[in-house]
């Protein structure tokens, strides 16, 4: 069940100006568009808003729609037999919410905080991939990049340290907020999108282990941390090296 809050229209006859502005229309896949295109599409798409916690997309569910990430953090997770659930990844702006060329649901994608969403039917972007191939040459390129992610964070989970680990995190969610961010550059902030419990989860270590590494970084000066979720990288050049990368 989607728990969407608000849904705004945003259909126009002519180029579809919200589109103009959009961080996707630029980075995302709907950069390939030319404004002709970008214009059907619009007519097909909305704009929505969903709050955090809200599910979605649910594993096994048919899929009817696919998304672009506008704003705030998507998270995806993965159901055991027994009921235990694993994050496989997050998504950031403008990222790709959906799996082309199948029908259904794979992964539970959920809202890990106020996310903002451009929603469209599967059969319009399927129709329009057909219509301009560098559509799906965008779509390739993010599915190998979600690859080459993958493998890195199996690195991550499987070599790294604890200190590594979380440096090696939050320095992954940075690196989606601010793509150009370089290690001497200013600080760079931004609000946990997971809880304690599910870095936890996320990185295969304790919550007690996560808490006693974010306080050894505040306490080294690569971090601080305002009202338990705001994290502020004051060395970014710090915290890299003490991811191990």
Same mark, same amino acid.
């Given at each position: 069940?989607?728990?969407?809050?608000?849904?705004?229209?945003?259909?126009?006859?002519?180029?579809?100006?919200?589109?103009?502005?959009?961080?996707?229309?630029?980075?995302?896949?709907?950069?390939?568009?030319?404004?002709?295109?970008?214009?059907?599409?619009?007519?097909?798409?909305?704009?929505?808003?969903?709050?955090?916690?809200?599910?979605?997309?649910?594993?096994?569910?048919?899929?009817?729609?696919?998304?672009?990430?506008?704003?705030? *953090? *998507?998270?995806?997770?993965?159901?055991?037999?027994?009921?235990?659930?694993?994050? *496989?990844?997050?998504?950031?702006?403008?990222?790709?919410?959906?799996?082309?060329?199948?029908?259904?649901?794979?992964?539970?994608? $959920?809202?890990?905080?106020? /996310?903002?969403?451009?929603?469209?039917?599967?059969?319009? /972007?399927?129709?329009?991939?057909?219509?301009?191939?560098?559509?799906?040459?965008?779509?390739?390129?993010?599915?190998?990049? $979600?690859?080459?992610?993958?493998?890195?964070?199996?690195?991550?989970?499987?070599?790294?340290?604890?200190?590594?680990?979380?440096?090696?995190?939050?320095?992954?969610?940075?690196?989606?907020?601010?793509?150009?961010?370089?290690?001497?550059?200013?600080? *760079?902030?931004?609000?946990?999108?997971?809880?304690?419990?599910?870095?936890?989860?996320?990185?295969?270590?304790?919550? $007690?282990?996560?808490?006693?590494?974010?306080?050894?970084?505040?306490?080294?000066?690569?971090?601080?941390?305002?009202?338990?979720?705001?994290?502020?990288?004051?060395?970014?050049?710090?915290?890299?090296?003490?991811?191990?990368?």
């Amino acid at each position: 069940m989607r728990y969407f809050t608000v849904r705004e229209d945003i259909h126009t006859t002519g180029f579809p100006a919200l589109c103009a502005s959009c961080e996707a229309r630029h980075r995302g896949i709907c950069g390939s568009l030319t404004a002709e295109q970008l214009t059907q599409l619009a007519k097909a798409s909305s704009k929505r808003r969903a709050e955090q916690g809200a599910e979605l997309i649910g594993e096994a569910e048919n899929v009817e729609s696919y998304a672009n990430v506008l704003s705030g *953090v *998507v998270k995806l997770t993965k159901m055991l037999s027994d009921g235990r659930q694993q994050i *496989v990844g997050l998504q950031f702006a403008p990222d790709f919410v959906g799996r082309p060329f199948r029908t259904e649901s794979t992964l539970t994608a $959920e809202a890990a905080t106020d /996310v903002e969403l451009c929603s469209f039917p599967r059969a319009a /972007v399927e129709r329009m991939m057909v219509a301009q191939p560098d559509l799906e040459h965008r779509l390739l390129q993010q599915t190998l990049k $979600e690859l080459d992610q993958a493998r890195d964070w199996m690195v991550t989970l499987g070599r790294k340290t604890a200190a590594e680990k979380v440096a090696s995190f939050l320095l992954m969610i940075a690196r989606n907020i601010d793509p150009t961010m370089q290690p001497g550059q200013r600080a *760079v902030a931004f609000d946990l999108p997971l809880s304690r419990a599910e870095i936890a989860d996320f990185l295969g270590l304790t919550i $007690e282990t996560v808490s006693r590494q974010f306080t050894r970084l505040r306490t080294e000066g690569a971090i601080s941390i305002e009202h338990n979720r705001h994290v502020i990288l004051d060395d970014i050049r710090k915290l890299a090296a003490s991811s191990g990368d």
